[in-house]
């Protein structure tokens, strides 16, 4: 993965620039201090690092657009940052850029339960959100794995998804609104606590646009009533094939499960290992989880369970009580400090279609042994988003070996009818892979977007697009 | 009436159009279109359907009916409820999946499922180049790249020309049931209806007729389980009155396509307003009104060339005119217009997708604020 080199004539006027950022800021927004921008080299891919020219941290709308401003003014990049969470690089600096956090921008700025709405700055985390809400017996749907730590901004940025998206859909489904600060300064508030767009649907466009079309400030969310229960049901089965058809069926019979997660066997080995839940020993586990009130909960599962019975799994574990969903959950939950702890691991996200999943378990089982690697799967079923967790050795030199064959899965995963990444987004981890996915001309529209938003091609630049296929547009800067 | 049969096809007759092309599917839409019309109706045909998946992919001028009887047939559908307005506007011709999708066109059930744009998985479509661009995919996550397929959806054809749509699915219900409430105004119906939206029985949808003063809610689901529903949802809404619980689909249909005004003499104005504030909105706008969406939507009657916009005062801005003589449209213009930045950035995104203003001109591009 390369980076294009740091201009020098921005390196050259840093001292210039800071200066300028702190004229205009309150004391200690800004960050240029070497022993501190190190803290902002990487996000959560930590693979890669590089600190920035230096870091603000602004507070308002208002001090967000008087820094972009400067910084399109300075012809300097800027790199907008969430809580630094993204597992795609979507927040990797270069040397002369500026990252420009939004971390201190925590606020809740209006809630309506009338409405069913929350606005917020977008630096706060995912879960405070829902926490804010909670006690009038809402919460805000989206819910990363991340959620205790990650930001709205990244959260919108990336197009973040969860484990219940099945029914609630993923974030561009529960934004209504947000104000989005452009790269020349300009603040534009684009739709709002109103259910409808009335022109081009923008939002639309900028949710997932991995901050390459503006810096998002504040959101108007959607709220939902908290429903009065969920409760999961383990089943087991000795082939994945098997657990697929049991998940198609399942969806076939017209239920519409809040997750259904799947394990194969290697994942279920190291979470067994590691979180002792307690479960069988088998080749593919499925947590299918139902909501609603007691009386629905009941008669839902037991219409999975009759479904579950004709494949006939191994076992049917169904929680009686939170304890029990609590300790079906514990395994999954885990799944990735197991791995953590067993080995280095690299965590994909390509999706594909649902009917494909036992082939492409097989094809990433081959393509692991021809590797010499090890790959466990721990996913969202119903909706076809794999994480294959690629464990390797960083001490051995494996990682190029394993970034090899997570290039591979990938590619197998838009082969099969799928796409590079469901929820995590491309940023610099999955950029050299678009073309595999998308033409010449389909590349070519998503950057006149880019084009109509950042004319300059300075923001979050060397991300998401190629680099050969960008170059021209950021050449023009 | 250009009718390319696939996407070179399309890709020609648009590089080689001299002029502005009215491009629509079956032209239900009504309203006046400058240039010459230009239909994907005969780009027909669902490609690609998987029940188990939840996923049906089909061709932009696939007829809306085609789409939900091969759903039903598989006990699924368009779980957004797109309506069938050719009642209302007095229009003939065949619904498309393009037209809905290019429109956004959503029913009641938005409240609780989502609009359209909310099912879009990806989108193939012409830009005004002539170039042929593939966004999204069919899969139900999807993260890779610009999300072109949203920005698409709703832009009435003015980006580009839509070919082919993947869409997510779902279950239809075993069951429908309605509570109905007696005796409402807008503002009671609002709160009755927001009551309803915060619990947690799954409202599917919430609408209101201010003539008759008729709040309706709607569950659906598995039979017994809407059963329970609606008896713990009435008692609920008790405050707003004794609710009447009736089975079966109910008048959802003649709601979703504002039936009510269909013959009857007036411009019709669609609202869209925070639920709060609609009560607000529609004291200064007068009128005959119905509300959806929670009342986050309203359709208001009003007579021929009254100017609904200038009574709305602040809520102006939120109207747009859904049926109206050819005078009336140019002189309010379909569209309320756009804050600046926004009428920026959409002038710039035309400019790019459609550089010579070839797709309905005048159509969406409202004048600026």
Partial sequence: MDMPAPSPAILARKGAIVDRLRAMLPPGHVIDDPAETRAYECDALTAYRCPPLCVVLPTSTEEVSAVMRLCHEERVPVVPRGAGTSLAGGSLPTADAVVLGVARMTRVLETSYEDRVIRVQTGRTNLSVSMEVEAEGF?????????????????????????????????????????????????????????????????????????????????????????????????????????????????????????????????????EAFAKAGYPDCEALLIVEVEGSEAEIADQLSRITEIARTFQPLEIREARDSAEAARIWLGRKSAFGAMGQMADYICLDGTIPVSQLAPVLGRIGELAESYGLRVANVFHAGDGNMHPLILYDANAGEIDKAEALGADILRLCVEMGGCLTGEHGVGVEKRDLMETQFRADDLEAQMRVKDAFDPDWLLNPAKVFPLHVSASRRAAE | ????????????????????????????????????????????????????????????????????????????????????????????????????????????????????????????FVDGTGMAVSNGGRVMKNVTGLDLARLLAGSHGTLGVITEVALKVLPAPEATMTLSFQGH??????????????????????????????????????????????ERLARKLSAWGAAEVSEGPGDWAAIRDVADFAGRAGDVWRLSVRPSRMAEALALAGGAQRLDWGGGRAWVLVPEGADLRGRLGPFGARAVLARASAETRAAFGTFPPEEPAVAMLSQRLRARFDPRGLFNPGLMAARAA
């Fill in chain 1, 139 to 271: 919460f805000y749907a989206p819910d990363p794995s991340s959620q205790l730590a990650c930001a709205i901004a990244g959260n919108i940025a990336m197009n973040s998804g969860g484990a219940h998206c099945l029914k609630y859909g993923v974030t561009t489904n529960n934004l209504l609104g947000a104000t989005v600060v452009l790269m020349d300064g300009t603040v534009v508030e684009i739709c709002g606590p109103e259910a409808e767009a009335l022109g081009l649907d923008l939002l639309g466009v900028v949710c997932g646009s991995e901050g390459q079309l503006g810096v998002v400030t504040e959101a108007w969310l959607r709220i939902l009533p908290r429903p009065e229960g969920a409760r999961p049901v383990m089943i087991a089965f000795d082939a994945n094939e098997t657990a697929g058809a049991c998940v198609s069926a399942v969806i076939r019979a017209g239920l519409l499960p809040v997750a259904v997660e799947f394990m194969d066997r290697p994942c279920i080995v190291a979470c």
């Fill in chain 2, 1 to 124: 009436m250009l009718t390319p049969r696939n996407e070179a096809e399309l890709s020609g007759m648009i590089r080689s159009a001299p002029g502005p092309l009215a491009v629509g599917g079956g032209f239900t839409r009504g309203g006046v279109r400058e240039g010459e019309p230009l239909s994907v109706a005969a780009m027909s045909g669902v490609v690609l359907y998987e029940p188990d998946a939840l996923t049906l992919v089909a061709r932009a001028g696939t007829p809306v009916a085609e789409v939900e009887r091969v759903l039903g047939e598989a006990g699924q559908r368009l779980a957004f409820e797109p309506m069938d307005l050719r009642a209302l506007l007095g229009t003939t011709g065949e619904p498309t999946l393009g037209g809905v999708i290019a429109t956004n066109a959503s029913g009641p059930r938005r409240v609780q499922s989502g609009a359209a744009r909310d099912f879009l998985l990806g989108m193939r």
């Fill in chain 2, 185 to 230: 105004d807008p503002g009671k119906a609002v709160a009755c209806m927001a009551a309803a939206l915060g619990s947690p029985f799954e409202v599917t949808g919430a609408a209101h007729d201010a003539e008759a003063g008729v709040t309706r809610l709607r569950l659906e689901g598995f039979a017994q389980a809407v059963a329970v529903r609606a």
